[in-house]
């Protein structure tokens, strides 16, 4: 088996050791950030790229833009540990100093998401070696299952099963659309029936003139038919408070209205 890389270490006046272990003591603030110099950190790592290519090995992208995203983060929060800790007399100063602990959490994420990544594949790597038993029910146990006792007839199951086996019947090979359409309402005999209850001369209201209908099409066929009525004014309309009761009466003289005077659009019905 190859031996895997040595990871980047650094070499410093106070610290000597892998880089991981450099960035956990100053996350738990075993080590002070502003002793630490980012120069020479920097410098090590080059040297260390540099080595890696004199000996014919190739070094990751993704390891080279960690260590800058990383370095660039300790050179923030070096900066912002440096500022006064007293009283600040601008904003400038006060935006430095909030950023300090915002950059000092970045540090903790980075940490937390390479701990919480080591733990995935830690037990991704546990899993791939599990293997489910696949064997047969211990005798001890099958012992234990109760006695299986049937409650039907053959004749029962029987009929289940001609029940089950029976051909489905096919599906419609198109929409019906009966159900979208009701019957038909002429607007010319429900402007006649209309006309037969008014020519007496009593007025009647919208609602008593509708009592009746038996859908909706036939309430919607004598409104039409009242408003074809009132343009040949042979009625006129009341209504005595807003939304109270439409009252209608009968203006055409004697019997000279006819439903042959209605539009030719309701030649058709509804």
Known sequence: MAESKPGFEVRLANFTGPFDLLLGLIAKHQLDITEVAIATVTDEFIKYIRK?????????????????????????????RLLPAGEVEDDEDIARLEARDLLFARLLQYKAFKQVAALMADSLEQEAQRFPRQVALEEHFAAMLPELVWKHTPQQF?????????????????????????????????AEILGLRLQPGKPLSFRALIADAESTLVVVARFLALLEMFRDRAVSFDQLSPLGDLTVHWTAAGTDWSTENLSEEFEEQL
């Not at 070094?59 to 300790?74: G, K, M, N, P």
């Open 52 to 80: 890696l290519q004199k000996l014919g090995e190739e070094w990751a992208l993704d390891e080279a833009s960690e260590f800058l995203v990383i370095a660039a983060t300790l050179l923030d929060l070096k900066a912002a």
């Open 158 to 190: 029987a009929r289940l099963a001609e029940v089950a086996l029976q051909p489905k019947a096919p599906k419609p090979t198109e929409v019906g659309l009966a159900h979208l359409h009701g019957s038909t309402v002429s607007v010319k005999e429900q």
